[in-house]
């Protein structure tokens, strides 16, 4: 079945640092692609996403590029900043199966 | 209501008990998905509605949880004689179809403790 593997947190980094979070996919068919947020006390909400392979998904400085051979949709970013700190998870669904599945989802905390 | 709303938000039960979790989801949106988030896991999906079609029941844990789908619309999840490790945030999100590639949107969840 589907199934998503992300890198396990915390995730702890200085403000303005680069960020990677990987996320690699085991789908059947051609999935689409997802990284959702969960900002501290609030709901799960899409970041961004990415429907065909060599499609780059980006919103807020984010970027994830949906990888076919390396079935990975790696997020990254730049410069992060305190306001990102957050739970971020990479999810997929596919035509067939139309359920969202999400990886367990990686905690990143930045400071000062 | 602009959202996916979800009631109670909290929810204090004894173990035994029987509770309903509530979904409202966005208007018009066909696709209705509940998911449970236990501390320190990810999102474990439980079932999905869409449309008129039969539900995707496969994410149930046992036979004690149930939901129901009314009009289209609103959407009931029910556990039966509750357990300490229903203990959970149980999410409810709806997607204007049920497709690849299509945002899903979540509510804020209900918190259920079972002591």
């Known amino acids: 079945g589907d199934s998503v593997t992300q890198m396990e947190g915390p995730v702890t980094l200085s403000e303005e640092a680069f960020l990677t979070i990987n996320c690699t996919y085991t789908?059947?068919?051609?999935?689409?692609l997802f990284w959702y947020v969960q900002y501290p006390g609030e709901g799960l909400q899409l970041l961004l996403k990415?429907?065909?392979?060599?499609d780059k998904g980006s919103n807020k400085g984010f970027e994830a590029t949906y990888r076919k051979e390396t079935t990975s949709f790696h997020l990254e970013k730049g410069s992060v900043q305190v306001s990102d700190s957050a739970v971020y998870f990479c999810?997929?669904?596919?035509?067939?199966?139309?359920?969202?599945?999400f990886g367990t989802g990686t905690r990143l905390q930045v400071t000062l | 209501g602009a959202g996916v709303s979800q009631s109670p938000s909290n929810k204090v039960t004894e173990k035994g008990k029987d509770v309903e979790l509530r979904c409202d989801p966005i208007?018009?949106?066909?696709?209705l998905y509940w998911y449970r988030q236990s501390l320190g896991q990810g999102l474990e999906f439980l079932i999905y509605?869409?449309?008129?079609?039969?539900?995707?029941k496969s994410g149930l844990p046992s036979d004690r949880f149930s939901a129901e789908r009314t009009g289209g619309s609103v959407s009931t999840l029910t556990i039966q004689r509750t357990q300490q490790e229903d203990s959970a945030v149980y999410l409810c999100?709806?997607?204007?179809?049920?497709?690849?590639?299509?945002?899903?949107?979540f509510g804020q969840g209900t918190r259920l403790t079972v002591v």
């Open positions: 999100a709806s997607s204007i179809r049920g497709r690849s590639g299509t945002e899903a949107f």
């Open positions: 789908a059947t068919g051609y999935p689409s």
């Open positions: 990415a429907t065909k392979a060599d």
């Open positions: 999810a997929l669904n596919t035509g067939t199966a139309s359920k969202l599945t």
């Open positions: 208007s018009g949106h066909t696709a």
């Open positions: 509605f869409q449309g008129n079609s039969a539900p995707d």
